[in-house]
T-cell receptor, first 117, second 111 residues
Framework: SQTIHQWPATLVQPVGSPLSLECTVE??????LYWYRQAAGRGLQLLFY??????ISSEVPQNLSASRPQDRQFILSSKKLLLSDSGFYLC????????????????FGDGTRLSIL | QKEVEQNSGPLSVPEGAIASLNCTYS??????FFWYRQYSGKSPELIMS????GDKEDGRFTAQLNKASQYVSLLIRDSQPSDSATYLC???????????FGAGTRLFVKA
């Protein structure tokens, strides 16, 4: 069965510090991968998605970046964190059915709660 | 108009009652629809997928889809306090790889 691992679970960082959040998926190949942010009491904001190694689509221009160095690894980074970067960061995956588009549900990791001080 | 709209609630029902959660979507050609449950402080968990008009039942959950009315609903029978959570409606953006999530409806089941 497929599993998704996301770490760390919680993170407290000072303003201006760098960030690296990692997500890996097991039990599937060539998944579609997604990074979301959820502010307290708010909905899901799609940040990035990837349909293959090295392929990154950015949804929101900001000081975050994403990379996919391996098929089942997705990394969210920042060079300098802002106070507004606080939130609950979620990685998700969905099956790629080779259709050229997605019709499968996304499955989420446990998330990283990021606090910026 | 938001692409996926849900009543934010809170929806409060007594234990044992049927909870009815509703969702409308704007893109008429959407084909894939999902319901997620999110407990406070946790990540969303998929509970139902539905692709065809009509009803789909899984245990105490029934998803209903009406593409002509662009309407998706989730019924929870015999509601339990453990069903208290935020329920997210999600629709895949046609022809692409993105899923559009509603803002969610908060459900409280009173013991």
């Amino acid at each position: 069965s497929q599993t998704i691992h996301q770490w760390p679970a919680t993170l407290v960082q000072p303003v201006g510090s760098p960030l690296s959040l990692e997500c890996t998926v097991e039990g599937t190949s060539n998944p579609n991968l997604y990074w979301y942010r959820q502010a307290a009491g708010r909905g899901l904001q799609l940040l990035f998605y990837s349909v293959g190694i090295g392929q990154i689509s950015s949804e929101v221009p900001q000081n975050l970046s994403a990379s996919r160095p391996q098929d089942r690894q997705f990394i969210l980074s920042s060079k300098k964190l802002l106070l507004s970067d606080s939130g609950f960061y979620l990685c998700a995956w969905s099956d790629d059915m080779g259709l050229g588009y997605s019709n499968q549900p996304q499955h989420f990791g446990d998330g990283t709660r990021l606090s910026i001080l | 108009q938001k692409e996926v709209e849900q009543n934010s609630g809170p929806l409060s029902v007594p234990e044992g009652a049927i909870a009815s959660l509703n969702c409308t979507y704007s893109d008429r050609v959407s084909q894939s629809f999902f319901w997620y449950r999110q407990y406070s402080g946790k990540s969303p968990e998929l509970i139902m997928s539905i692709y065809s008009n009509g009803d789909k039942e899984d245990g105490r959950f029934t998803a209903q889809l009406n593409k002509a009315s662009q309407y998706v609903s989730l019924l929870i029978r015999d509601s339990q306090p453990s069903d208290s959570a935020t329920y997210l409606c999600a629709v895949i953006h046609p022809g692409g790889f993105k899923t559009i999530f509603g803002a969610g409806t908060r459900l409280f089941v009173k013991a």
